[in-house]
C-alpha cells in the first residue's frame, strides 16, 4: 500500500500512516481517503472514487482516537476538531462501524502498539462551547428529565428553524417517493397522523412532547379538534404558543410547559399522541407512562405512540455513547417488544403497528444538508461545537436507520369500551387525503 502514498511522511506521519494502514486492512469499500496534518495523504483504493477524506487535525489525534471506548473518542475527535470530514459526512460510518468493531489477532496488536508509542502524546483539549452535561437528580426524575430536555431543545429556536422544514417538525416525515421535498412529506406526515386517529371535529386530544407546535396547529386547522400540548422545553413552549396566537386559535388550541405526569384533567381525552418524545421516558417508567395515558383516554379513546426503537437483534457497544453524553443524555432507546409489553400490560389493546424506518434515513438525510448548507449562520446561532454534535449525530442516525441498527415505530392503541374498539374494520381511511 506504500505506493499509492502521495507525500513522503515525516517519522510521526509515517507511524500514522502505517497504523492507519493495518487499521484500514479488510475495509470495504475503501472510498474514502486520509489526510494528515502534513498534507500526506492516504488515497481511497483505485477503484472507488472518495465519498469523503478523513482529515487528521494534529499529530496526537490519532493516539487520543484509539483510547476506549472506542465510539465516544472517535465522536469527541470530531467534536474537538482533532479531525474533520470533508464529503459526505453520513458515508463516514461504514468507517466508524469498522474500527469500533474490528477484532485484530495477537501479532497484529504488537505490530500496532509499536506504531501506538511512536505517535506523540496529545495536548490537553481546550473548552468549547458546549460541554456535556451534568445532570443532577435520580434517573428519569423529574428534575433530571427537565435539565436533559432543556440541554437538547433549548438551543435556540432559530437554529432548529434553519434546517427543519416550514412547520418545525422534529421527526420523521413521511415520503411518497425518495425525491419529496422535506416540506411537503411532512406535512404529510402530521395528515397521516390525523387520519390514522380518525380525528373528528370537536375532538379533545393531547400532545405529549408537542414541541414547535406543528401537529397541533395541523390538527386544529384541519379537523377542528380542540387540542393541549405539552412539552419540558421553555423555548418550544414560548415560540408554540406565538404561533397559535399568529393563527388565532388560542381558544381551539394551547401549549404548557410540564411534565406528562403532572398532566390533570376532568373531563378525559378522546385522543393522545406522542411523537418523538416516548424516547425520554425510560425503561423503569414505562408502566407509568403508559398507565397515565390510560387514565387520560376516555373509554374507545385512541393513543398514537411514536417513537425510535433499538433493534433488539443489535447488541449495544459497552460503554458511554457519543449520544449518552452529548445529544440525549438521560434518554433510553429500547427494542419494540419492550413498548408493547408495557402498552398491553397497562390495558391497552395493541390495534396497529408501522414501521418508519426509510422514511426516518431520508428524513436524517435532508436535516443534515440542510444544516450544512446553512453552516455559518447555525454556528452563529448556536456556536461551532454544537453544529459539529448536531452534524454527526443526525449523520450517525441516518447510518442507523439505514443499517437497520435504529427503527422508529408508531403504534395505535386504544383503550378498549366493554371490549369494543369502535374503529372501524379496514385502514382504508388512513389512505385518502385530507380531512
Excluded at 244 to 254: D, H, M, V
Excluded at 276 to 300: C, D, I, N, Q, S
Amino acid at each position: 500500500m506504500d505506493d499509492q502514498i502521495e507525500k513522503r511522511p515525516d517519522r510521526q506521519a509515517r507511524a500514522a500512516l502505517s497504523l492507519f494502514q493495518e487499521l484500514l486492512d479488510g475495509c470495504r469499500p475503501r472510498d474514502f481517503s486520509v489526510r494528515l496534518w502534513d498534507g500526506t495523504v492516504l488515497p481511497p483504493e483505485r477503484s472507488s472514487p472518495a465519498r469523503f477524506s478523513l482529515v487528521v487535525n494534529n499529530p496526537g489525534a490519532l493516539r487520543r482516537m484509539l483510547r476506549e471506548p472506542p465510539e465516544l473518542s472517535l465522536a469527541e475527535a470530531f467534536i474537538y476538531k482533532d479531525i474533520d470530514i470533508e464529503g459526505d459526512i453520513t458515508a463516514v460510518f461504514d468507517l466508524a462501524d469498522h474500527l469500533i468493531d474490528r477484532k485484530f489477532g495477537l501479532a497484529r496488536r504488537l505490530r500496532m502498539a509499536l506504531q501506538f508509542l511512536r505517535l506523540p502524546v496529545p495536548q490537553r483539549r481546550t473548552g468549547n462551547d458546549r460541554n456535556a452535561p451534568r445532570l443532577d437528580g435520580a434517573c428519569h426524575s423529574r428534575e433530571k428529565d427537565d435539565q436533559a430536555i432543556s440541554y437538547h431543545y433549548d438551543v435556540s429556536n432559530d437554529f432548529y428553524r434553519l434546517w427543519l422544514d416550514r412547520e418545525m417538525v422534529y421527526s420523521c416525515a413521511y415520503f411518497d417517493h425518495p425525491a419529496q421535498d422535506l416540506n411537503s412529506a411532512q406535512k404529510q406526515k402530521l395528515d397521516y397522523i390525523c387520519r390514522k386517529l380518525r380525528f373528528r371535529a370537536g375532538d379533545r386530544v393531547l400532545d405529549i412532547g408537542c414541541g414547535w407546535g406543528g401537529l397541533l396547529l395541523h390538527a386544529v386547522r384541519e379537523y377542528g379538534v380542540l387540542a393541549r400540548g405539552i412539552t419540558l422545553s421553555r423555548e418550544q413552549a414560548a415560540l408554540a404558543r406565538e404561533r397559535i396566537r399568529k393563527a388565532g386559535l388560542e381558544e381551539q388550541c394551547s401549549v404548557e410547559v410540564s411534565d406528562y405526569r403532572d398532566v390533570r384533567d376532568g373531563e378525559g381525552f378522546d385522543k393522545l399522541v406522542s411523537i418523538g418524545m416516548f424516547e425520554h421516558v425510560g425503561r423503569e417508567l414505562l408502566p407509568l407512562y403508559f398507565r397515565k395515558a390510560w387514565t387520560l383516554l376516555r373509554p374507545g379513546g385512541v393513543f398514537l405512540n411514536h417513537g425510535i426503537s433499538w433493534n433488539a437483534a443489535f447488541r449495544p457497544r459497552k460503554g458511554p455513547t457519543f449520544s449518552d453524553r452529548y445529544v440525549f443524555p438521560n434518554g433510553d432507546l429500547l427494542p419494540l417488544s419492550v413498548t408493547l409489553s408495557a402498552a398491553e400490560r397497562s390495558g391497552f389493546e395493541v390495534r396497529d403497528v408501522e414501521s418508519l424506518r426509510e422514511h426516518y434515513a431520508l428524513t436524517l438525510g435532508h436535516w443534515v444538508r440542510r444544516l450544512e448548507e446553512n453552516l455559518p449562520e447555525a454556528c452563529r446561532l448556536a456556536g461551532e461545537t454544537t453544529c459539529r454534535i448536531w452534524r454527526l449525530y443526525m449523520a450517525g442516525s441516518a447510518h442507523g436507520f439505514s443499517t437497520g441498527k435504529l427503527n422508529v415505530y408508531q403504534a395505535l392503541l386504544v383503550k378498549p369500551n366493554d371490549g369494543r374498539s369502535g374503529l372501524p374494520l379496514t385502514r382504508c381511511d388512513w389512505y385518502r387525503s385530507g380531512p
